[in-house]
């Protein structure tokens, strides 16, 4: 079996990636996520065509974090990204009680993804910022409106985030971590 000099260098000095999908309806906040967890800060992004691909290390655990566009025509192409993923973050739009059944549609062709059998799955509701009076729904009706509690077999947290306050994020990830580090 030949080693080449650049698969030598990273086995000895990078740690391995936990591969983290950021997966959701476009327009749910997905990059914004990225970037706020990422740099520390709301930064403008045109929508997603294609993929972002960002290295975090939090915790002790090297995050390879990648967001893929949500714009149905890019959604059906989720599954070449699917092999060895860890962790699933789905995004949804809190304030868009309109596609949340659309969401849980993609959500459930997610969960009977062979490749993703074993995936955390970490639900963030996000835009809690947006008033409740306008129609933005909380944590549990998001969830409600999901589905989440008939998962079966799979472990799986959701949380209300803002990606543009920070709330929630951060909580979101030490799941992750704690899961990860007791798979
Ligand atoms: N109020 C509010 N707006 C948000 C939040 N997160 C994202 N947005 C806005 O939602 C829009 C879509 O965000 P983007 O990250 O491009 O969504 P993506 O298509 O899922 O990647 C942008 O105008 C963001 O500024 C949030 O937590 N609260
Ligand atoms: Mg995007």
Redesign the pocket.
């Known amino acids: 079996m030949g080693v080449t000099f650049s698969s030598l260098w990273s086995r000895l000095f990078s740690k391995r990636e936990t591969k983290v999908l950021i997966l959701?309806?476009?327009?749910?906040?997905?990059?914004?996520?990225?970037?706020?967890i990422t740099m520390g800060a709301?930064v403008?992004?045109?929508?997603?065509v294609g993929s972002n691909h960002e290295i975090y290390d939090y915790k002790g655990v090297r995050f390879g974090l990648i967001?893929l566009?949500?714009?149905s025509s890019l959604r059906s192409s989720w599954s070449q990204y699917f092999a060895d993923t860890e962790a699933i973050i789905l995004?949804i739009?809190s304030?868009d009680a309109a596609r949340l059944s659309l969401a849980k549609t993609e959500l459930q062709k997610l969960t009977k993804a062979d490749e993703l059998r074993s995936s955390l799955l970490l639900v963030l509701a996000?835009?809690?910022?947006?008033p409740a009076e306008e129609g933005r729904l909380t944590p549990a009706q998001v969830s409600e409106a999901l589905g989440l509690t008939d998962l079966r077999e799979r472990e799986w947290q959701i949380m209300g985030?803002?990606?543009?306050?920070g709330?929630g994020l951060m909580e979101g990830m030490d799941w992750l971590v704690t899961k990860l580090e007791a798979k």
Request: aromatic content about 2%; glycine content about 10%.
């Open positions: 959701g309806l476009d327009n749910a906040g997905k990059s914004t996520i990225l970037y706020r709301v403008a992004s045109a929508p997603t967001d566009g949500g714009q995004v739009d304030n996000n835009k809690q910022d947006l985030c803002s990606a543009l306050t709330l």
